[in-house]
């Protein structure tokens, strides 16, 4: 028998009528099918009702994402931030105020998803306004788990675990999943986080390895960057490695689209290092057939083949 971190509870919030719930799940989905990413297809992977579920998460990431990458003045994006958590908070009370503010409550409130990983990553997209510096890992450490760690952690509880295992054995292995997933695009984006002003490898490392950003395309200099990186890759690869013990945790749906999900992360680590840690040239991508192989064999991890 699988646990699966399902609870009904009431929160005090008015409880919205079906035909608007079902409206909102749609909303979610018609976002999610329009995202430019190849994850909303590992989805399917999943039940119809935590596939809905999903989408409402994913939905809210990728109206917070957009609100932050909105151009315009910081603080003027910084306000609608602010509204946008004003909103949340009104709407895990029962007041909605965006279409899909239903589907996100109901999918908090049956899965059981503590409210604060939604305004955790909030405030992580709030850090990206303006200049980025982070002085020592720690600051690196605090900001991916706010972007990528909280999503992981509230996602695990859709997917569900096998019965007998708890947040609390479940909650480490899906944090350093989401410092892995998010130390990758950090890598990847380098030329272009730079380009914005944004330097997220933290300054002490830059330092050490005798590397200031100025000097990342420089080819004379090329060796302390590619060690740099080389660094830097082998530091997400131990998050990878510690993220693998929710494996046998989770349900098979939960090992397939956490499988599907790890190795398109992963294998963009091993392009960055198959082009020699260049980042500059062009956007690393994962080819679209691995991309589909991926998907693929989580079918195959969740029939229990692999």
């Not at 991309?291 to 692999?306: E, I, Q, T």
Request: hydrophobic share 45%; glycine share 8%.
């Amino acid at each position: 028998m699988e646990h699966t971190n399902t609870i009904h509870v009431d929160t005090g919030g008015l409880r919205p009528p079906l035909a608007a719930l079902s409206h909102s799940f749609r909303a979610c989905h018609a976002i999610t099918s329009a995202a430019n990413s190849s994850f909303p297809v590992a989805f399917r992977l999943l039940s119809p009702a935590r596939r809905r579920a999903m989408d409402a998460l994913y939905a809210y990431m990728r109206v917070t994402d957009d609100l932050a990458d909105e151009p315009g003045e910081p603080g003027a994006i910084r306000a609608k931030l602010g509204a946008w958590r004003a909103g949340l908070t009104a709407a895990l009370a029962g007041h909605f105020s965006h279409p899909i503010h239903p589907a996100l409550v109901a999918t908090v409130r049956r899965y059981a998803i503590p409210s604060r990983f939604l305004f955790d990553a909030i405030d992580g997209m709030e850090t990206d306004l303006g200049p980025v510096r982070m002085a020592s890992f720690a600051d690196l450490y605090s900001y991916c788990y706010r972007v990528a760690s909280a999503v992981g952690l509230a996602c695990v509880r859709v997917w569900g675990t096998r019965s007998g295992v708890t947040d609390a054995d479940t909650d480490p292995p899906a944090e350093a999943a989401g410092i892995a997933f998010q130390l990758t695009n950090i890598v990847r984006d380098l030329g272009e986080d730079l380009a914005r002003d944004r330097i997220y490898l933290p300054a002490d490392e830059l330092e050490s390895f005798g590397c200031p950003p100025d000097s990342w395309r420089d080819p004379a200099r090329v060796d302390r960057f590619r060690k740099l990186m080389r660094f830097q890759v082998e530091r997400a690869r131990g998050y990878y490695r510690k993220g693998a013990a929710l494996v046998p945790l989770l349900t098979p749906d939960g090992r397939a689209i956490f499988h599907v999900m790890c190795g398109a992360y992963s294998r963009l680590l091993d392009e960055i290092e198959n082009r020699g840690y260049d980042v500059f040239t062009r956007r690393v991508r994962v080819p679209k057939w691995r991309k589909a192989a991926a998907v693929a064999s989580g079918w195959l991890v969740k029939w229990g083949v692999l």
